[in-house]
């Protein structure tokens, strides 16, 4: 794996922070190249492109977890634990 790539998906494991989202991929390919994702809240996983997860607020498909906390954020409703 060349440094570029190595150093690209850990950028975008620390641009995830603490949302309720994790890239399980080792390779990255690309902004709009599917990965791998996983949903720290309901455990289903699924593919997406970087691009989608980190731009546009995409979350959960399953669950829709971290586009509702985003939501209750903006509202004003605390986090939910």
């Known amino acids: 794996m ?3 790539k190595s150093r ?3 950028r975008i494991k620390l641009r995830l922070g603490d949302r309720p989202i994790e ?3 080792t390779e990255y390919k690309g902004s709009r190249a599917d990965h ?4 720290k809240m309901c455990g289903k996983t ?3 492109t970087p ?3 980190l731009n546009e607020d995409g979350g959960c498909p399953y669950c ?7 939501a209750n954020l ?3 409703l605390r986090k939910l634990e």
């Open 2 to 4: 060349g440094l570029w």
């Open 8 to 10: 690209s998906i850990k």
């Open 23 to 25: 890239c399980l991929s």
């Open 36 to 39: 791998l994702w996983k949903c």
């Open 46 to 48: 699924w593919e997406s």
């Open 51 to 53: 691009n989608s997860v």
């Open 64 to 70: 829709g977890t971290d586009r509702t906390i985003k």
């Open 74 to 76: 903006s509202r004003g």
